[in-house]
């Protein structure tokens, strides 16, 4: 039986978008049966989108479909990625998480296996405690948490700036845009 897979993600530059094309890639590439990607709604206004330049960017993944809390209990691995704001989970993402209290009053994701990827404006912008902070829902779930262990060599790079955490996959985005 082939495993299921969902990268669920919120992206309002487009970094996490390319970062979950990638880690759906991956999964594919690993032999997983079924990936899907989705975004989780957006909740800025468009205006301050607008102001801020990233309504050009979100056209780019607009053929992803919105995901829905259910649909999380129909997977077998969920992966989830968000951006760091402040050195937290995106309000987005964190009103989807708030959403699946049924999901866990019924047990649906019990042994899932669960993991986060980020990304963050520089390498001080809080993507580690993003990660760490992500995981406690998924523990209350009771999902199988998976990070990147220390096997991976390029977590010990000192050589340049890196993202990439024990925690998850990172990136480091650089200054973006600024709502005002």
């Known amino acids: 039986m082939s495993a299921r897979i969902q990268v669920i993600f ?26 899907g990607l989705w975004q989780v709604p957006e909740l800025v206004p468009d205006e301050i989108l607008e102001r801020s330049g990233a309504v ?13 809390p259910t649909q999380l209990a129909e997977a077998d ?19 989807f998480l708030d959403q699946t209290g049924g999901l866990r009053a019924d047990g649906a ?19 580690e405690i993003t990660l760490v902070s992500f995981l406690t829902p998924l523990l209350h779930h009771g999902m ?9 060599q390029r977590l010990a790079n000192m050589a340049e700036i890196t993202g990439g955490t024990p925690y998850g996959a990172t990136t480091l985005t650089g200054s973006t845009a ?3």
């Open 10 to 35: 919120y992206s309002m530059y487009g970094h996490v978008y390319q970062m979950a094309e990638a880690v759906a890639a991956g999964a594919r590439k690993a032999g997983a049966g079924e990936v």
């Open 56 to 68: 050009f960017a979100r056209a780019a993944f607009a053929h992803v479909p919105v995901a829905k």
């Open 77 to 95: 691995a969920i992966i989830f990625g968000t951006p760091t704001r402040f050195g937290n989970t995106a309000a987005q993402m964190r009103n």
């Open 109 to 127: 994701l019990v042994g899932k296996v669960g993991s986060v990827f980020a990304s963050t404006a520089s390498q001080h912008g809080g993507q």
């Open 144 to 152: 199988i948490v998976v990070g990147l262990p220390y096997t991976e």
């Open 178 to 180: 600024h709502v005002s």
